[in-house]
């Protein structure tokens, strides 16, 4: 059994909390053009676009390497706004015994946040924690909100 791994960034937006929630549940195919240093392409493989049980593919850049995620939307839940999404196949997941992100869109104190959990499980202790991949959804996540804030 591998060693389980969570990993969370909570970022604060300046942007409408549901306009983000919108991007990544009606509208990821928008993602590249508003974060293109991070996320190329989106391609829906299966299902329909923020429909639970969908498949996707991201074509991204992490750490000056292209990467590609092929994931399933997992869980969807519009009034809490959180939406799962696991990998099913990919860079990432060629490396790691499992891979889940959980985007959740909060307010705390009257502050808008992004939050991001990144679950997952190294086979080994020789196999890195997924820092990097944290870093790269809190940078997407600031590029996406910049945009809709300017």
């Given at each position: 059994?591998?060693?389980?791994?969570?990993?969370?960034?909570?970022?604060?937006?300046?942007a409408n909390k549901d306009v983000f929630h919108d991007i990544f549940t009606n509208k990821p195919h928008h993602v590249s053009t508003m974060s293109p240093l991070h996320i190329q392409g989106f391609e829906l493989l299966e299902g329909?676009?923020?429909?639970?049980?969908?498949?996707?593919?991201?074509?991204?850049?992490?750490?000056?390497?292209?990467?590609?995620?092929?994931?399933?939307?997992?869980?969807?839940?519009?009034?809490?706004?959180?939406?799962?999404?696991?990998?099913?196949?990919?860079?990432?997941?060629?490396?790691?015994?499992?891979?889940?992100?959980?985007?959740?869109?909060?307010?705390?104190?009257?502050?808008?946040?992004?939050?991001?959990?990144?679950?997952?499980?190294?086979?080994?202790?020789?196999?890195?924690?997924?820092?990097?991949?944290?870093?790269?959804?809190?940078?997407?996540?600031?590029?996406?909100?910049?945009?809709?804030?300017?």
């Amino acid at each position: 059994m591998g060693l389980k791994s969570v990993l969370c960034g909570k970022v604060e937006m300046k942007a409408n909390k549901d306009v983000f929630h919108d991007i990544f549940t009606n509208k990821p195919h928008h993602v590249s053009t508003m974060s293109p240093l991070h996320i190329q392409g989106f391609e829906l493989l299966e299902g329909d676009i923020g429909i639970v049980g969908s498949k996707i593919c991201w074509n991204y850049t992490l750490d000056g390497e292209k990467k590609i995620s092929k994931q399933i939307l997992e869980t969807i839940d519009h009034e809490k706004k959180v939406l799962t999404l696991k990998e099913f196949e990919g860079d990432v997941i060629d490396k790691y015994d499992s891979f889940k992100a959980t985007l959740h869109i909060e307010t705390k104190d009257e502050i808008d946040l992004v939050s991001w959990t990144l679950e997952y499980e190294r086979p080994n202790e020789n196999v890195p924690e997924l820092i990097n991949v944290l870093n790269f959804v809190v940078g997407m996540t600031k590029a996406i909100d910049d945009h809709h804030a300017n």
